[in-house]
Structures are given as structure tokens and as C-alpha cells.
């Protein structure tokens, strides 16, 4: 909160997110532009990283979130999986969607061929971001009602402080599935490489500042982008709070279907989940596909009785903690 901080501090808390946002897709421009895009594109990506974490020390929202929880390793870890590269080689992998495209759209024929591509770039990127965000918004919304999913997005809501090194915490699974349902209607219809590119890093760059710990006042644009403001209520514990706000990258889809919160107050500091998921890497990795790993991330004890209600498994807070 800027309550009794200095002018220096409050500007730099209005201008830190647009900044920084801004600053990465003008450094991802021009890595596009050069002879090695995706190389170039890392570097400018661990450069935002640097300065984000410089500005979670400074500026820091929860300062209780600056301490260690002893899960720094297993996150670079899930991020190498499953975003690509880490925060130290970090890009690799905030570039794995762009990496596939590459690879894969000039190979690809859409059967439907019905991409805009006389429109201007920016409206074509525009039209993508409007297009996988649906997808995106798809798979957030069903990874938290529908626990076949849930088991495996656990992971991802089981931290317990957000900052930048955590953005990528997700299971493979959890991250295959937001990338089937968001890329694969591009890729059908027709839409060209750039698109995908540049729906790569403006996925890359919200995704760090989402996660960011710094103080950050983002104002209006909470009704268009998914801010850190908006993801923190994202990660409260309280089922009616945690179960909004789904947008990746922008929030038109919670707008439209009702998911989207922002009250007064100030976000909780105290996230997780009440089920508890393995220690190590390797054992999240492979917790949920045990009866008995499901039944520990959910929170559930084996004897733990189970109401259906119209076909639907009903769980009390205590039982699945958002």
C-alpha cells in the first residue's frame, strides 16, 4: 500500500507495471526483428525478471512473501518443465509456445483458412490474444471445478507467497492442457506465425508481473488486464474468492461470465491450499495420479465421507482450499 509513502514511491508504484510491460514487448519487437528471435527474446525476458526481482526488495507488497519457504528449487524446476527455462534460463520455456509455433505453423495447413491476414498485425494479435484467452479461460475455470483437473492445478495454487520465481509452479499436465485449448483454434484457423509469437510474450510478461511481490497501484487497467492486484484475490483461500479472476492475460472473459472480482479490500496475504502436495520435485510430479496423492491434495482422509449432489462431488473449505 502507498499510505504514507513518498511521491517518488507512489509514481513508481503507477508506473512500475506499465513500464515494465511496455519495456518487454518493445524489447520483444525487436528480438522478432533480429536473426535469432527466440534467443533474443530470452534475454530480454531475463532481463525483466532482474528488474522485477530487484523491485520485489525495494518496493515489496507482502514483505512477509520475501521469506524463504523451501520451495525455490522444486519452482524453477516446475518452470523448466513446464514453461521452459527458468528464471536463470528461464526464457527457454516462457518461449516453449512460441518455440512449437515456430516450429509447427509453417508446417501446418488450416482446413478452415479463415484468418483476417489483410488486417494490420496489431489487430491480427489483437484477435489472437481475444481468441486464446477464451481457451485459456476454459481451462483455468475447469482446472477449479472439475477435480480430475484440479489435482494436477494444486500445484500451482499450493504456494504460499507469490513472486516472480513461482510463476511458472505448474504441473505439465495442468500447462498441456491451457496450451491445447488456447493454441489449437489458432492453429486452425489459419493465423499466422507472428500472432503466435506475440501472444507468446505478451503471455510471458503478464505471467511475471501477475506473480510479481512488488507494490504496484494499476488502477483502471484492472479492468482489463490481469494484474497482480487481481491474481492475489486469485490465490485467497476462500473458495468465493479464489474461484474468480481466471484471465492468463486479460479479464474480458471473467467480465463476461461473471468471474471477475475486485472489492476494496486489500487481497489476502495468507494463500494456499488446505490439502498439502509432496515434498521434492519428483513427488509433485507424480502425487496426483495415486488415490493417495489425490486424497493429500485435496486435504481429504481416506474414511472422509463424500456428498453427491447432481452428480457433483460437494467439499467444504477444509477439504479444498483454493
Partial sequence: MTEGKSQVYIAASRILWPGLFTGGLVGAGWAFASDAP?????????TI?????????????EKQWLERDGETLNDIAH????????????????SAPMAVATVL????SSPLSI??????????VALGLTIAELGLYVAHRAAHEILSLWRFHALHHSVERLWVVNTGRFHIVDSLFKIALSQIPLYLMGAPLPVFLWIGAVTAFIGLLTHCNIDVTTGPLDWVFSTP????WHHSKVLAEGNT???????LWDQIFGTYFNPARRPPADIGISGRVAEGFIGQLVQPFSAKGFRQILGRRKDRPVTIVS???????SEVGR
Fill in 38 to 46: 527466440l534467443l533474443w527474446f530470452n534475454v530480454v525476458y531475463l
Fill in 115 to 124: 484468418w483476417p491476414h489483410a488486417w494490420p498485425l496489431a489487430l491480427q
Fill in 229 to 232: 492486484r487481481l491474481h492475489r
Fill in 311 to 317: 452428480g457433483k462431488e460437494q467439499h467444504s473449505h
Fill in 49 to 61: 525478471v532482474a528488474l522485477i526481482a530487484g523491485f520485489e526488495r525495494l518496493m515489496p507488497y
Fill in 79 to 94: 518452470t523448466l518443465l513446464s514453461k521452459g527455462g527458468v528464471q536463470i534460463a528461464a526464457a527457454i520455456g516462457a
Fill in 105 to 108: 505453423q509453417p508446417s501446418l
Fill in 245 to 251: 479472476n481466471y484471465g492468463e492475460n486479460l479479464v
